[in-house]
């Protein structure tokens, strides 16, 4: 973890004046974390189940799927995220979301490139999860947009937000059963024709903040995928972990 920390503290360092992105607090070094809050993120590292990207409490030493995964099977092939979805990480989501705060997408961008090291090692092409364009204008700017592109400097992959649309505005997803999300999604999200040429057979790696039960990024990767994708990576800087 610490080459994390450092390779993260190279790409905010340029945070003015050097305060924590975390808190607001302080560091007197340009760093983007003040201790006590890098500290506390809870931070995802194997074991961990190879699609779902759910830790694991135990090590058996071998590459598993957890039982989540095999029940229920997601639309995509794997999913990575930096943290778990706490304090610290709502903290950072939240302010990532309703502040204009390019630079905190700097950095965290810079941690989930790390994470999703794998993802990107088969990566074709990056695709930010859209806003519909209704929340867009009232939001300014779609923060996995900001994140994709943090993610395509970091790792030299191509990003095209024109390859998925949002066509449906949905509720917010919060409050939701887990069966109300899917079907507030559904047909949620589309391909353009235009794009079908570009998508198709490509490995996709999807970006989004936060990945709460994976029916938004399972409603994405089933369009990239009938839009003639080959497959569907998921990559989010924070995900609810169930305990
Ligand atoms: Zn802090």
């Known amino acids: 973890m610490r080459l994390v920390h450092r390779a993260a503290e190279g790409a905010i360092s340029i945070v003015y004046p050097p305060s924590c992105i975390a808190c607001g607090n302080a560091t007197g070094t340009p760093h983007a974390f003040c201790a006590a809050c890098w500290s506390s993120i809870g931070f995802i590292e194997r074991p961990f189940c190879e699609r779902l990207g759910t ?66 090692a088969t990566a074709d092409v990056i695709v930010p999860v859209p806003l519909h364009r209704w929340r867009l204008w009232r939001r300014r700017y779609n923060q996995a947009m900001a994140l994709a592109k943090v993610i395509s400097d970091e790792s030299g992959i191509a990003c095209d937000p024109f390859l998925l649309v949002r066509v449906k505005g949905t509720r917010p997803q919060v409050g939701l ?22 998508l198709k057979g490509k490995r996709v ?5 936060v990945l709460t039960t994976g029916a938004t990024s399972n409603a994405a990767a089933r369009a990239l995928l009938r839009g003639g994708a080959a497959a569907v990576d998921v990559l989010v800087f924070a995900r609810v972990v169930q305990d």
Not at 186 to 197: D, I, S
Not at 205 to 209: E, G, K, N, R, V
Request: no cysteine; aromatic share 6%; glycine share 8%.
């Open 55 to 120: 830790p694991f409490a135990v090590d058996l030493g071998v590459p598993l799927l957890s039982p989540a995964a095999i029940a229920d099977p997601p639309v995509f092939e794997r999913a990575r995220a930096v943290a778990r979805y706490d304090e610290v990480a709502r903290k950072l989501v939240h302010r990532l979301k309703y502040g204009d705060r390019l630079e905190l997408a700097r950095g965290l961008g810079a941690l989930m490139a790390r994470s999703g090291g794998e993802l990107l």
């Open 177 to 198: 059963t887990r069966a109300q999300r899917g079907e507030n999604l559904q047909g949620a999200f589309k391909t353009p024709p235009e794009a079908r040429a570009r």
């Open 205 to 209: 790696l999807l970006i989004d903040d």
